[in-house]
């Protein structure tokens, strides 16, 4: 089991920055790939950055030289740094955490959620 508590969102103005954080606990060695989704309203879930456990990342096109995903692997946290902020960006933001078996079947977990909202 593992449990993701994102942090950070809130109401910024358009070309503005937000840092949204998230905190892992239990299993947390056993995770190959921490991912950032939103949601806007009335759209279906989008995957925007992702990191590896090697180091390896991927970003969203429309969030490419804009975000930054990164890791503090010692606290166990994942970051989002979001730059140049757009009304576009508005979503529900979650936090997801994801590896294989030694069978290799996928499991994954997930965040709540935290609101982003940029206005003009």
């Known amino acids: 089991q593992v449990q993701l508590v994102e942090s950070g969102g809130g109401l910024v103005q358009a070309g503005g920055s937000l840092r949204l954080s998230c905190a892992a606990s239990g299993n947390t060695f056993s995770i190959n790939v921490w991912g950032w989704y939103r949601q806007p309203p009335g759209e279906e879930r989008e995957l925007v950055a992702a990191?590896?456990?090697?180091?390896?990342?991927d970003y969203a096109d429309s969030v490419k030289g804009r975000f930054t995903i990164s890791r503090d692997d010692a606290r166990n946290v994942v970051y989002l740094q979001m730059n140049s902020l757009k009304p576009e960006d508005t979503a529900v933001y979650y936090c997801?955490?994801?590896?294989?078996?030694?069978?290799?079947?996928?499991?994954?977990?997930w965040g709540h959620g935290t609101q982003v909202t940029v206005s003009l």
């Open positions: 990191i590896t456990a090697g180091g390896n990342v």
């Open positions: 997801n955490a994801a590896g294989r078996t030694s069978d290799w079947a996928p499991w994954q977990f």
